[in-house]
């Protein structure tokens, strides 16, 4: 649903349009910044990561954190910063959830794991002309997700965020984080917004997002990663992590009923609000928001049962009829 009261939609709307030409910088609160540090962080997290974490410093990937059963705790954007020093990023809030169910199986190894959401501020810098902001500062936007680049002068860094990854993988236009003491969050704002960047809210990167296939992480708990069509952050040659045994065993074997889809048409629509199609239960809706480039139209993401997620196909909400579309949305 639409996060805003009404009277400011029209301001998200034009934020929305800056994302897709511009630059556009988001503050993004109470970040769930969480490191792992020490000379076993990094064998010890390959067991509880369902990508492979051993990447070179400087790199990274997309990934998730499983539970036993290998359905989704949360996505995680993993960036190794030094040889020793992990960092595990997911949506606001979740830092210190994501801590404690990996301290869970911390035992003897020699690593600390430590949620940093307080001394830490995010700054997302989303749009085509992202990266040439950046290197008007001296920052080398990473290319890859997890990427990260020391920000000049200042203990941050700038990752390449997964924010408008489709299926693991990054898409245009350009996304990025920039992670900051809080002490020194103004002084990088005010040079980014100086190089051209401009200042928007929240809710227009979650629109950008959604029509990318993005519903947050809170709405892929409880999914396994292939009815989240998030098999492109799973590594399926890493070996053995918590919840493997059921990922792989789906993905050699199959079945998987339902998986994530978007529709369009009618108002937004509550998470958990079910599908139908003639008078059976076909789904139930993820996220949903009425994004400027369907608008009047309702995008929803939901989990809808394969043999109705073909473009094209209706499915019933009461007596509304909405249509499956293709992501990620390109108008």
């Not at 539970?67 to 809030?93: H, M, N, P, W």
Request: with cysteine.
């Amino acid at each position: 649903m639409d996060a805003r009261p009404e009277s400011d939609l029209p301001a998200a709307r034009a934020e929305f349009a800056i994302l897709r030409s511009g630059a556009g910088l988001v503050e993004l609160g109470g970040y769930g910044a969480v490191f792992v540090e020490g000379p076993d962080a990094l064998s010890w997290a390959q067991g509880f990561l369902t990508n492979d974490l051993r990447q070179p410093v400087g790199q990274g990937c997309y990934t998730l954190a499983v539970l036993l059963k290998g359905r989704i705790f949360c996505d995680v954007l993993y960036s190794r910063l030094a040889a020793e020093t992990l960092l595990f990023s997911t949506e606001a809030g979740l830092g210190p959830e994501l801590a404690e169910h990996l301290d869970r199986f911390l035992i003897a190894e020699n690593a600390q794991i430590e949620a940093r959401g307080s001394s830490y501020l995010r700054w997302g810098l989303v749009g085509p002309q992202a990266a040439e902001i950046l290197a008007s500062l001296g920052i080398a936007g990473p290319l890859a997700i997890g990427g990260s680049v020391a920000l000049p002068g200042q203990q941050g860094w700038c990752l390449r965020s997964a924010w408008l990854a489709h299926r693991g993988v990054a898409l245009q236009p350009e996304s990025f984080d920039l992670l900051v003491p809080a002490e020194g969050a103004e002084e990088l704002r005010s040079a980014l917004l100086e190089a051209g960047a401009r200042a928007v809210g929240a809710q227009a990167l979650r629109w950008l997002a959604l029509t990318h296939g993005r519903p947050g992480s809170r709405a892929f708990r409880g999914l396994l990663p292939q009815e989240a069509d998030l098999e492109g952050a799973v590594s399926f040659t890493k070996g053995c992590y918590l919840g493997q045994e059921t990922v792989a065993r789906v993905h050699y074997k199959g079945g998987v009923k339902k998986m994530l889809s978007a529709l369009s048409g009618g108002p937004p629509l509550e998470p958990g609000t079910p599908l139908e199609h003639e008078g059976r239960a076909v789904g139930s809706v993820l996220a949903s928001a009425v994004v400027p480039s369907l608008a009047p139209e309702a995008l929803h993401l939901a989990c809808l049962r394969l043999e109705h997620r073909q473009p094209g196909n209706r499915v019933q909400v009461g007596a509304q009829s909405i249509e499956v579309v293709v992501l990620p949305l390109s108008g």
